[in-house]
């Protein structure tokens, strides 16, 4: 279940990409200007540079998934995939972080990646880069490939959190700041998930919730390295088998623990919505875990918001 597990069929080696960064002697190039920052709110979105697209891409893909704008401002209509692009990364708070590459001015990634047309869209997890697509798709078509990239995030293990990208950075001309390196408050929790030790991170990310109640991302991690914890003393052949008997209550809490880490996220709250709907003595027990997942997924998922609707139903 560890992030390094991703494979999948046209995965790009992004190894000649960092040596060419470690090699270039010119500083960064700016690119253009990309999407304003949500009014009020953090961005998650990071213009970068052949330079530093190791530092600003590849390597905080290790902790969480990055989706990667590869555009020309000599194409007029890429703005529209622009402000979508970065709508959703900004609605994502941080599940993933959007860095955008003016092609123009690095010729040697789009050598390395044998860029075809402009603009495209490509996803990179754990050093891996897949494409997702070309040309320009409206909001919610750019919505489904990052949830897309998102499930196979989280049926991989990968649960860290992109930090919002500071005034004054790449995303607004100035020098990057993020330079891809783990927050330093989850040191503890980063090496236990590096290590496998799920129910290790899960206590970290407990501790520092004691110190501060109201951490919104140490509360997710607890979560998301719960999830595993659990997932991973299971055996699934055995699990769905006992969860055949609909009955069985804890059968039916460890496979929607599968579910989602399979990256099934409406059958896992499918299955759980349904223990709720029959009533009796262990509804209380399904709402609790289903509640459980919901900041496991994250709290603005579309997903997440619809079981909440079938949860508030159930109830009442």
């Given at each position: 279940?560890s992030?390094s597990?991703?494979?999948r069929p ?12 470690k ?9 253009a ?19 530093t697209f ?5 390597r905080?893909?290790t902790?969480?998934?990055?989706v990667?704008?590869l ?6 209509t890429g703005?529209?995939l ?15 972080l959007l860095v955008?590459?003016d092609?123009d ?9 044998q860029?075809?047309?402009v603009?495209?869209v ?7 880069a ?15 490939a990052v949830?897309q990239v998102l ?5 991989n293990g990968?649960v860290?959190?992109a930090q919002?990208v500071a ?9 990057p700041v993020d330079?891809?390196q783990?927050?330093?408050?989850f040191?503890?929790?980063?090496e236990?998930?590096?290590a496998g030790d799920f129910a290790?991170a899960?206590d970290?990310f ?5 110190a501060n ?5 140490a ?5 998301q390295a719960g999830l ?8 699934p052949?055995t699990?769905l088998?006992?969860a055949?008997?609909?009955t069985?209550?804890?059968?039916q809490?460890?496979a ?5 880490v399979?990256?099934?996220?409406e059958a ?10 029959r009533?009796?003595?262990d509804r ?5 875990r289903l509640?459980?997942?919901?900041e496991?997924v994250?709290?603005?998922d579309?997903r997440v918001?619809?079981?909440?609707r ?7």
């Amino acid at each position: 279940m560890s992030s390094s597990s991703f494979s999948r069929p046209g995965a790009i080696d992004l190894s000649q990409l960092a040596a060419r960064a470690k090699a270039a002697a010119a500083g960064p190039t700016p690119g253009a200007p990309g999407p304003a920052a949500p009014a009020g709110g953090p961005s998650y979105v990071l213009e970068s540079s052949e330079q530093t697209f190791e530092n600003d891409a590849i390597r905080p893909s290790t902790q969480h998934p990055v989706v990667v704008e590869l555009y020309s401002p000599r194409v007029a209509t890429g703005a529209q995939l622009s402000e979508a692009l970065a709508a959703v990364a900004n609605a994502s708070e941080g599940r993933f972080l959007l860095v955008r590459l003016d092609v123009d001015t690095a010729p040697g990634i789009v050598q390395a990646l044998q860029l075809q047309a402009v603009p495209t869209v490509l996803a990179i997890i754990s050093g891996q880069a897949v494409p997702l697509f070309q040309g320009v798709l409206p909001r919610d078509q750019v919505q489904q490939a990052v949830d897309q990239v998102l499930k196979t995030a989280l049926a991989n293990g990968m649960v860290g959190r992109a930090q919002p990208v500071a005034p004054g950075s790449a995303a607004a001309g100035g020098d990057p700041v993020d330079d891809g390196q783990p927050d330093p408050r989850f040191a503890a929790a980063d090496e236990a998930l590096a290590a496998g030790d799920f129910a290790r991170a899960r206590d970290e990310f407990d501790l520092l919730l004691k110190a501060n109640p109201n951490d919104s991302e140490a509360a997710l991690g607890k979560a998301q390295a719960g999830l595993f914890a659990r997932a991973s003393v299971l055996d699934p052949q055995t699990t769905l088998t006992r969860a055949a008997d609909t009955t069985d209550v804890q059968a039916q809490l460890d496979a929607a623990d599968l579910d989602l880490v399979s990256g099934e996220v409406e059958a896992a709250f499918e299955r759980l919505l349904a223990v709720v709907r029959r009533g009796g003595a262990d509804r209380d027990t399904a709402r609790v875990r289903l509640l459980e997942l919901f900041e496991t997924v994250g709290p603005s998922d579309p997903r997440v918001l619809a079981a909440r609707r079938g949860l508030m139903s159930a109830l009442f």
